[in-house]
């Protein structure tokens, strides 16, 4: 899906591959299943909702399951690395080799 300056109301929108610049969503539902990666470019959100699926909820079932097993300062130091645009703990970032 490829939306350009675009006005979308009271639709689930699927956001794998999906590639929104400019559009204003309103009442939405916003649907990550973690497969393949999406660009979000000048969007405005109004009462949307977001919906996760597939590994996309794995991953923050994962990440749950850290936080109440203790693991606090851990789940809290990935959470800062995304705020702050900076690596994540633990992600080993693999050069692309032909």
């Known amino acids: 899906m490829f939306l350009d300056n675009q006005t979308?109301?009271?639709?689930?929108?699927?956001?794998?591959?999906?590639?929104?610049?400019?559009?204003?969503?309103?009442?939405?539902n916003l649907i990550y299943s973690g497969q393949i990666?999406?660009?979000?470019?000048?969007?405005?959100?109004?009462?949307c909702s977001w919906s996760f699926t597939g590994?996309?909820?794995?991953s923050i079932s994962f990440l749950q399951t850290?936080?109440?097993?203790?693991c606090h300062e851990m789940v809290e130091n990935i959470f800062n690395a995304i705020r702050d645009n900076g690596t994540i703990p633990g992600v080993?970032?693999?050069?692309?080799?032909?």
Request: charged share 20%.
């Open 37 to 47: 990666n999406f660009t979000l470019h000048g969007c405005e959100f109004n009462d």
């Open 66 to 70: 850290l936080y109440h097993a203790g």
């Open 8 to 28: 979308v109301e009271n639709k689930d929108i699927y956001l794998d591959g999906a590639s929104l610049h400019n559009c204003k969503l309103i009442k939405c």
């Open 55 to 58: 590994p996309a909820s794995s």
């Open 92 to 98: 080993v970032d693999i050069p692309n080799t032909k």
